[in-house]
Protein backbone atom coordinates (compact mmCIF):
# COMPACT_ATOMS: atom_id res chain seq x y z
CA UNK A 1 0.00 0.00 0.00
CA UNK A 2 1.49 3.26 -0.95
CA UNK A 3 1.30 5.92 1.93
CA UNK A 4 -1.84 7.57 2.55
CA UNK A 5 -2.40 10.57 3.45
CA UNK A 6 -6.13 13.01 3.49
CA UNK A 7 -6.08 16.40 4.25
CA UNK A 8 -8.66 19.22 3.88
CA UNK A 9 -7.11 22.75 3.75
CA UNK A 10 -9.64 25.16 4.52
CA UNK A 11 -12.82 23.52 3.07
CA UNK A 12 -16.20 25.25 3.45
CA UNK A 13 -19.34 23.51 3.15
CA UNK A 14 -22.46 25.38 1.60
CA UNK A 15 -26.08 23.63 1.17
CA UNK A 16 -28.61 25.52 -0.27
CA UNK A 17 -28.30 28.00 1.64
CA UNK A 18 -26.96 26.80 5.00
CA UNK A 19 -23.58 27.21 5.37
CA UNK A 20 -22.80 23.45 7.35
CA UNK A 21 -18.86 24.38 7.97
CA UNK A 22 -16.12 26.46 6.65
CA UNK A 23 -12.33 26.67 7.83
CA UNK A 24 -12.30 23.16 8.30
CA UNK A 25 -8.56 21.65 8.34
CA UNK A 26 -7.09 18.61 9.18
CA UNK A 27 -4.47 16.56 7.78
CA UNK A 28 -4.32 12.67 8.33
CA UNK A 29 -1.48 10.44 7.65
CA UNK A 30 -0.34 6.53 7.63
CA UNK A 31 -1.92 5.43 10.17
CA UNK A 32 -3.87 7.83 11.50
CA UNK A 33 -7.50 8.23 12.18
CA UNK A 34 -10.35 10.48 13.07
CA UNK A 35 -13.51 10.58 14.44
CA UNK A 36 -16.53 13.04 13.19
CA UNK A 37 -18.86 13.69 15.87
CA UNK A 38 -22.14 16.33 15.62
CA UNK A 39 -25.71 16.34 16.50
CA UNK A 40 -27.84 14.93 13.40
CA UNK A 41 -27.86 18.25 10.65
CA UNK A 42 -24.35 19.03 11.32
CA UNK A 43 -22.67 18.33 7.99
CA UNK A 44 -21.16 14.80 9.06
CA UNK A 45 -22.02 12.96 5.88
CA UNK A 46 -21.71 16.35 3.67
CA UNK A 47 -17.98 15.88 4.96
CA UNK A 48 -17.71 12.47 4.22
CA UNK A 49 -18.70 12.79 0.84
CA UNK A 50 -16.36 16.04 0.29
CA UNK A 51 -13.46 13.58 1.33
CA UNK A 52 -14.83 10.54 -0.88
CA UNK A 53 -14.64 13.58 -3.77
CA UNK A 54 -18.76 12.78 -4.36
CA UNK A 55 -19.69 16.58 -3.68
CA UNK A 56 -16.94 19.62 -4.49
CA UNK A 57 -16.41 21.63 -1.47
CA UNK A 58 -17.78 25.39 -1.77
CA UNK A 59 -14.08 26.80 -0.95
CA UNK A 60 -10.71 25.07 0.06
CA UNK A 61 -8.81 22.08 -0.91
CA UNK A 62 -8.97 18.18 -0.82
CA UNK A 63 -6.00 16.58 -1.01
CA UNK A 64 -5.92 12.67 -1.12
CA UNK A 65 -3.54 10.07 -1.80
CA UNK A 66 -3.90 6.41 -2.08
CA UNK A 67 -7.30 4.81 -3.02
CA UNK A 68 -10.60 5.49 -1.26
CA UNK A 69 -13.29 3.26 0.39
CA UNK A 70 -16.19 5.00 1.03
CA UNK A 71 -18.64 3.05 3.36
CA UNK A 72 -21.86 5.61 3.09
CA UNK A 73 -25.65 5.07 3.98
CA UNK A 74 -26.09 2.95 1.11
CA UNK A 75 -24.60 -0.78 1.25
CA UNK A 76 -24.68 -0.92 -3.09
CA UNK A 77 -24.85 -4.40 -3.15
CA UNK A 78 -26.97 -5.80 -5.48
CA UNK A 79 -29.95 -6.89 -3.78
CA UNK A 80 -31.01 -10.06 -5.55
CA UNK A 81 -26.96 -11.23 -5.70
CA UNK A 82 -25.78 -13.60 -3.08
CA UNK A 83 -23.81 -11.66 -0.63
CA UNK A 84 -20.52 -13.30 -1.95
CA UNK A 85 -21.01 -12.97 -5.20
CA UNK A 86 -22.19 -9.11 -5.04
CA UNK A 87 -19.07 -8.45 -2.90
CA UNK A 88 -16.98 -10.11 -5.42
CA UNK A 89 -18.62 -7.33 -8.00
CA UNK A 90 -16.79 -4.45 -6.60
CA UNK A 91 -13.55 -6.12 -4.93
CA UNK A 92 -12.68 -7.20 -8.90
CA UNK A 93 -12.83 -3.16 -9.36
CA UNK A 94 -10.22 -2.62 -6.39
CA UNK A 95 -7.97 -5.19 -7.61
CA UNK A 96 -8.69 -7.49 -4.51
CA UNK A 97 -6.74 -11.10 -5.33
CA UNK A 98 -9.34 -14.66 -4.89
CA UNK A 99 -9.81 -15.19 -0.99
CA UNK A 100 -9.76 -11.61 -0.38
CA UNK A 101 -13.61 -11.51 -0.16
CA UNK A 102 -13.58 -14.55 1.76
CA UNK A 103 -11.40 -13.43 3.98
CA UNK A 104 -13.41 -10.21 4.56
CA UNK A 105 -16.50 -12.24 5.15
CA UNK A 106 -14.69 -13.94 7.84
CA UNK A 107 -13.05 -10.87 9.33
CA UNK A 108 -17.06 -9.54 9.67
CA UNK A 109 -18.00 -12.66 10.90
CA UNK A 110 -20.95 -13.58 7.97
CA UNK A 111 -18.91 -15.91 5.95
CA UNK A 112 -21.74 -18.22 6.87
CA UNK A 113 -23.82 -15.91 4.06
CA UNK A 114 -22.11 -15.72 1.36
CA UNK A 115 -24.51 -17.64 -0.72
CA UNK A 116 -27.75 -15.76 0.73
CA UNK A 117 -29.16 -12.51 -1.49
CA UNK A 118 -28.53 -9.56 -0.05
CA UNK A 119 -32.17 -8.60 0.21
CA UNK A 120 -32.69 -11.21 3.21
CA UNK A 121 -29.95 -9.58 5.37
CA UNK A 122 -31.04 -7.84 8.07
CA UNK A 123 -30.10 -4.32 8.86
CA UNK A 124 -26.87 -4.99 10.86
CA UNK A 125 -25.77 -7.70 8.50
CA UNK A 126 -25.85 -5.44 5.58
CA UNK A 127 -23.69 -2.88 7.19
CA UNK A 128 -20.89 -5.88 7.79
CA UNK A 129 -21.37 -6.67 4.37
CA UNK A 130 -21.10 -2.56 3.17
CA UNK A 131 -17.49 -3.28 5.77
CA UNK A 132 -16.65 -6.44 4.18
CA UNK A 133 -16.42 -4.48 0.91
CA UNK A 134 -14.34 -1.82 2.30
CA UNK A 135 -12.41 -4.56 3.96
CA UNK A 136 -11.89 -6.41 0.68
CA UNK A 137 -10.61 -3.87 -1.02
CA UNK A 138 -6.85 -2.62 -0.76
CA UNK A 139 -7.74 1.08 -0.56
CA UNK A 140 -5.96 3.54 1.93
CA UNK A 141 -8.47 6.04 3.29
CA UNK A 142 -11.47 4.20 4.53
CA UNK A 143 -14.49 6.46 5.07
CA UNK A 144 -17.25 4.86 7.22
CA UNK A 145 -20.30 6.81 7.69
CA UNK A 146 -21.68 5.78 11.30
CA UNK A 147 -19.75 2.29 10.59
CA UNK A 148 -21.21 0.97 14.19
CA UNK A 149 -25.01 1.62 13.20
CA UNK A 150 -26.83 -1.73 13.69
CA UNK A 151 -23.75 -3.56 15.53
CA UNK A 152 -24.33 -5.90 17.84
CA UNK A 153 -21.38 -5.76 20.31
CA UNK A 154 -19.19 -8.89 18.85
CA UNK A 155 -19.46 -7.18 15.57
CA UNK A 156 -18.10 -3.86 17.29
CA UNK A 157 -15.43 -5.44 18.55
CA UNK A 158 -14.46 -7.43 14.82
CA UNK A 159 -15.00 -3.77 13.29
CA UNK A 160 -12.46 -2.53 15.88
CA UNK A 161 -10.36 -4.84 15.33
CA UNK A 162 -10.33 -4.47 10.96
CA UNK A 163 -9.73 -0.74 11.88
CA UNK A 164 -6.69 -1.67 14.04
CA UNK A 165 -5.34 -4.26 11.28
CA UNK A 166 -5.83 -1.11 8.50
CA UNK A 167 -3.99 1.56 10.65
CA UNK A 168 -1.29 -0.98 11.41
CA UNK A 169 -0.38 -1.36 7.71
CA UNK A 170 -0.25 2.46 7.35
CA UNK A 171 -4.14 3.10 6.56
CA UNK A 172 -6.45 5.92 7.06
CA UNK A 173 -9.75 5.65 8.61
CA UNK A 174 -12.11 8.72 9.14
CA UNK A 175 -15.53 7.44 10.54
CA UNK A 176 -18.60 9.75 11.43
CA UNK A 177 -20.32 8.19 14.62
CA UNK A 178 -22.82 9.21 17.06
CA UNK A 179 -21.28 6.19 19.28
CA UNK A 180 -18.08 5.49 20.59
CA UNK A 181 -15.69 3.52 18.56
CA UNK A 182 -12.75 1.39 19.23
CA UNK A 183 -10.42 3.26 17.64
CA UNK A 184 -7.28 4.19 19.88
CA UNK A 185 -5.64 8.05 19.78
CA UNK A 186 -7.99 8.72 17.33
CA UNK A 187 -8.38 12.70 16.68
CA UNK A 188 -11.41 14.10 17.59
CA UNK A 189 -13.46 16.94 14.83
CA UNK A 190 -16.09 17.82 16.16
CA UNK A 191 -19.08 19.87 13.94
CA UNK A 192 -22.30 21.60 14.45
CA UNK A 193 -20.56 24.27 17.02
CA UNK A 194 -22.47 27.24 14.75
CA UNK A 195 -25.92 27.37 14.23
CA UNK B 1 -11.29 -7.54 -16.05
CA UNK B 2 -12.13 -4.19 -17.80
CA UNK B 3 -14.11 -1.95 -15.07
CA UNK B 4 -16.56 -0.67 -17.88
CA UNK B 5 -17.23 -4.54 -19.55
CA UNK B 6 -17.95 -5.50 -15.56
CA UNK B 7 -20.90 -2.64 -15.63
CA UNK B 8 -21.94 -4.12 -18.89
CA UNK B 9 -22.00 -7.24 -17.68
CA UNK B 10 -23.67 -6.22 -14.17
CA UNK B 11 -26.40 -4.30 -15.67
CA UNK B 12 -27.18 -6.88 -18.56
CA UNK B 13 -27.62 -9.46 -15.68
CA UNK B 14 -29.71 -7.20 -13.42
CA UNK B 15 -32.12 -6.36 -16.24
CA UNK B 16 -32.51 -10.31 -16.96
CA UNK B 17 -33.17 -11.32 -13.27
CA UNK B 18 -35.97 -7.74 -12.47
CA UNK B 19 -37.09 -9.02 -15.87
CA UNK B 20 -36.68 -5.82 -17.41
CA UNK B 21 -35.02 -7.35 -20.04
CA UNK B 22 -38.16 -8.93 -21.69
CA UNK B 23 -40.35 -6.25 -20.83
CA UNK B 24 -39.92 -4.13 -24.05
CA UNK B 25 -39.95 -7.28 -25.80
CA UNK B 26 -43.43 -8.64 -25.04
CA UNK B 27 -44.99 -5.26 -25.34
CA UNK B 28 -43.70 -5.24 -28.84
CA UNK B 29 -45.13 -8.75 -29.81
CA UNK B 30 -48.36 -7.41 -28.23
CA UNK B 31 -48.50 -4.44 -29.94
CA UNK B 32 -47.84 -6.53 -33.13
CA UNK B 33 -50.68 -8.74 -32.08
CA UNK B 34 -53.20 -6.14 -31.21
CA UNK B 35 -53.29 -4.04 -34.50
CA UNK B 36 -54.54 -6.19 -36.91
CA UNK B 37 -57.43 -6.92 -33.93
CA UNK B 38 -57.79 -2.98 -34.43
CA UNK B 39 -57.16 -2.22 -38.08
CA UNK B 40 -58.73 -5.07 -39.37
CA UNK B 41 -57.53 -8.50 -41.48
CA UNK B 42 -57.12 -6.78 -44.50
CA UNK B 43 -53.82 -7.62 -45.49
CA UNK B 44 -52.74 -4.85 -48.16
CA UNK B 45 -54.15 -2.06 -45.62
CA UNK B 46 -51.59 -3.97 -42.21
CA UNK B 47 -48.38 -4.36 -45.19
CA UNK B 48 -48.99 -0.40 -45.43
CA UNK B 49 -49.17 0.70 -41.81
CA UNK B 50 -47.71 -2.26 -40.16
CA UNK B 51 -43.99 -1.21 -40.60
CA UNK B 52 -44.68 2.27 -39.21
CA UNK B 53 -46.78 0.44 -36.21
CA UNK B 54 -43.97 -1.39 -35.61
CA UNK B 55 -41.82 1.60 -34.90
CA UNK B 56 -44.25 3.20 -32.68
CA UNK B 57 -43.79 0.15 -30.48
CA UNK B 58 -40.54 0.11 -30.75
CA UNK B 59 -40.43 3.42 -29.40
CA UNK B 60 -42.49 2.79 -26.72
CA UNK B 61 -41.02 -0.11 -25.74
CA UNK B 62 -37.90 1.51 -25.38
CA UNK B 63 -39.71 3.96 -22.73
CA UNK B 64 -40.85 1.10 -20.54
CA UNK B 65 -37.49 0.42 -18.03
CA UNK B 66 -36.85 3.71 -18.41
CA UNK B 67 -37.46 3.94 -14.48
CA UNK B 68 -34.96 0.84 -13.86
CA UNK B 69 -32.24 1.84 -15.58
CA UNK B 70 -30.40 4.77 -13.47
CA UNK B 71 -32.56 5.18 -10.14
CA UNK B 72 -32.13 1.78 -8.61
CA UNK B 73 -28.27 2.39 -8.76
CA UNK B 74 -28.48 6.41 -8.01
CA UNK B 75 -30.54 4.77 -4.60
CA UNK B 76 -28.05 2.15 -3.81
CA UNK B 77 -25.44 3.80 -3.94
CA UNK B 78 -24.07 1.93 -6.66
CA UNK B 79 -23.20 5.09 -9.05
CA UNK B 80 -21.23 6.83 -6.29
CA UNK B 81 -19.25 3.66 -5.64
CA UNK B 82 -18.37 3.56 -9.29
CA UNK B 83 -17.38 7.72 -8.57
CA UNK B 84 -15.26 7.18 -6.03
CA UNK B 85 -13.42 4.54 -8.01
CA UNK B 86 -12.38 7.13 -9.89
CA UNK B 87 -14.45 6.08 -13.04
CA UNK B 88 -16.35 8.95 -14.80
CA UNK B 89 -19.99 9.70 -14.90
CA UNK B 90 -19.79 9.62 -18.49
CA UNK B 91 -17.93 6.36 -19.02
CA UNK B 92 -20.36 4.49 -16.42
CA UNK B 93 -23.60 6.27 -18.36
CA UNK B 94 -21.94 4.93 -21.75
CA UNK B 95 -20.96 1.20 -20.75
CA UNK B 96 -25.01 1.93 -19.22
CA UNK B 97 -26.41 2.62 -22.95
CA UNK B 98 -24.12 -0.56 -24.67
CA UNK B 99 -25.53 -2.48 -21.30
CA UNK B 100 -29.37 -1.22 -22.52
CA UNK B 101 -28.98 -1.75 -26.18
CA UNK B 102 -27.40 -5.15 -25.79
CA UNK B 103 -30.62 -6.35 -23.82
CA UNK B 104 -33.25 -4.72 -25.82
CA UNK B 105 -32.10 -4.43 -29.74
CA UNK B 106 -30.74 -7.77 -30.29
CA UNK B 107 -34.34 -9.00 -29.13
CA UNK B 108 -36.23 -6.57 -30.66
CA UNK B 109 -34.52 -7.27 -34.18
CA UNK B 110 -35.41 -10.75 -33.38
CA UNK B 111 -39.04 -9.92 -32.62
CA UNK B 112 -39.42 -8.20 -35.44
CA UNK B 113 -39.98 -11.17 -37.51
CA UNK B 114 -42.92 -12.55 -36.02
CA UNK B 115 -44.24 -8.99 -35.96
CA UNK B 116 -44.14 -8.44 -39.34
CA UNK B 117 -45.37 -11.84 -40.73
CA UNK B 118 -48.62 -10.85 -38.08
CA UNK B 119 -48.62 -7.35 -40.24
CA UNK B 120 -47.87 -9.32 -43.44
CA UNK B 121 -45.17 -7.17 -44.56
CA UNK B 122 -43.04 -8.25 -47.35
CA UNK B 123 -39.87 -9.11 -47.37
CA UNK B 124 -38.64 -6.12 -48.97
CA UNK B 125 -40.35 -3.85 -46.01
CA UNK B 126 -39.03 -6.36 -43.38
CA UNK B 127 -35.76 -5.89 -44.13
CA UNK B 128 -35.71 -2.26 -44.70
CA UNK B 129 -37.24 -2.34 -41.13
CA UNK B 130 -34.69 -4.76 -40.17
CA UNK B 131 -31.53 -1.97 -41.06
CA UNK B 132 -33.60 0.55 -39.60
CA UNK B 133 -34.14 -1.04 -36.43
CA UNK B 134 -30.40 -2.01 -35.99
CA UNK B 135 -29.55 1.43 -37.06
CA UNK B 136 -31.93 3.12 -34.90
CA UNK B 137 -31.94 1.02 -31.80
CA UNK B 138 -29.00 2.32 -30.08
CA UNK B 139 -30.29 5.99 -30.46
CA UNK B 140 -33.79 4.26 -28.38
CA UNK B 141 -30.93 2.89 -26.28
CA UNK B 142 -29.33 6.17 -25.25
CA UNK B 143 -32.05 8.30 -25.42
CA UNK B 144 -33.60 5.90 -22.49
CA UNK B 145 -30.54 6.07 -20.14
CA UNK B 146 -30.31 9.91 -20.80
CA UNK B 147 -33.87 10.45 -19.90
CA UNK B 148 -33.81 8.33 -17.08
CA UNK B 149 -30.24 10.24 -15.73
CA UNK B 150 -32.19 13.64 -16.55
CA UNK B 151 -35.42 12.40 -14.31
CA UNK B 152 -33.23 10.83 -11.32
CA UNK B 153 -34.63 11.62 -7.89
CA UNK B 154 -38.03 13.56 -9.50
CA UNK B 155 -41.24 12.64 -8.00
CA UNK B 156 -43.44 10.83 -11.11
CA UNK B 157 -40.27 10.19 -12.70
CA UNK B 158 -41.74 7.68 -15.40
CA UNK B 159 -44.51 9.85 -16.59
CA UNK B 160 -41.88 12.63 -16.62
CA UNK B 161 -39.22 10.54 -18.45
CA UNK B 162 -42.07 9.75 -21.36
CA UNK B 163 -42.30 13.69 -22.21
CA UNK B 164 -38.83 14.12 -22.12
CA UNK B 165 -38.19 11.28 -24.34
CA UNK B 166 -40.07 11.13 -26.96
CA UNK B 167 -39.79 14.46 -28.71
CA UNK B 168 -36.37 13.63 -28.97
CA UNK B 169 -37.88 10.42 -30.57
CA UNK B 170 -39.13 12.09 -33.03
CA UNK B 171 -36.39 12.04 -35.83
CA UNK B 172 -35.99 8.48 -35.58
CA UNK B 173 -39.42 7.59 -35.97
CA UNK B 174 -39.76 10.03 -38.98
CA UNK B 175 -36.58 8.77 -40.86
CA UNK B 176 -37.35 5.34 -39.50
CA UNK B 177 -40.98 4.73 -41.12
CA UNK B 178 -39.92 6.67 -43.83
CA UNK B 179 -37.25 4.39 -44.74
CA UNK B 180 -39.84 1.66 -44.98
CA UNK B 181 -40.97 2.94 -48.52
CA UNK B 182 -39.42 1.84 -51.56
CA UNK B 183 -37.66 5.23 -52.08
CA UNK B 184 -36.15 5.01 -48.24
CA UNK B 185 -32.18 4.89 -48.77
CA UNK B 186 -32.05 8.31 -48.27
CA UNK B 187 -34.28 8.20 -45.13
CA UNK B 188 -32.10 5.55 -43.63
CA UNK B 189 -29.15 7.71 -44.23
CA UNK B 190 -31.05 10.28 -42.30
CA UNK B 191 -32.19 7.71 -39.95
CA UNK B 192 -28.25 6.63 -39.03
CA UNK B 193 -27.61 10.77 -38.79
CA UNK B 194 -29.52 11.34 -36.26
CA UNK B 195 -29.52 7.85 -34.43
CA UNK B 196 -25.24 8.73 -34.47
CA UNK B 197 -25.64 12.25 -33.16
CA UNK B 198 -28.11 11.09 -30.26
CA UNK B 199 -26.22 8.36 -29.21
CA UNK B 200 -22.93 10.52 -29.66
CA UNK B 201 -24.85 13.27 -27.03
CA UNK B 202 -26.60 10.78 -24.26
CA UNK B 203 -23.24 9.70 -22.48
CA UNK B 204 -22.34 13.23 -22.03
CA UNK B 205 -26.09 13.85 -21.10
CA UNK B 206 -26.60 11.84 -18.96
CA UNK B 207 -23.20 11.79 -17.21
CA UNK B 208 -23.68 15.30 -16.40
CA UNK B 209 -27.48 14.47 -14.97
CA UNK B 210 -26.22 12.19 -12.73
CA UNK B 211 -23.32 14.32 -11.31
CA UNK B 212 -25.81 17.29 -10.53
CA UNK B 213 -28.10 14.39 -8.97
CA UNK B 214 -25.14 13.79 -6.45
CA UNK B 215 -25.20 17.35 -5.20
Known amino acids: MPPARLAFDRVACLRGDRLLFEDMSFALGPGEAALLT ?47 AALRFWAGFDGAVRGDVETALDRMGIANLAEVPVRMLSTGQRKRAALARVLAGRDGIWLLDEPGNGLDKA ?28 LDGASEIPLGARR | MNPWGAIILRDLRVAWQGGGALLPLSFFLLVATLFPFAVGPDGPLLAKVGGGALWMAALLAALLPVDRLIAPDAEQ ?22 AHWLGFGP ?24 LGLAIGTPALAALGVMTS ?14 LVMLPLAVPLLIFGAGALGPQGMGALKLL ?13 AAGAAIRAARD
Do not use: C
Open chain 2, 107 to 130: PLLLAALPASALLKLDGAVLARLE
Open chain 1, 38 to 84: GPNGAGKSSLMRIAAGLLAPSAGMVEREGGIAFAGEAAALDPRQPLG
Open chain 2, 149 to 162: ALTLGLRGAGALAG
Open chain 2, 77 to 98: GVLDQYAVRGLSDEGVAAAKIA
Open chain 1, 155 to 182: SLARLGAAMATHRARGGIVLAATHQPLD
Open chain 2, 192 to 204: AAASLLLTAIAPF
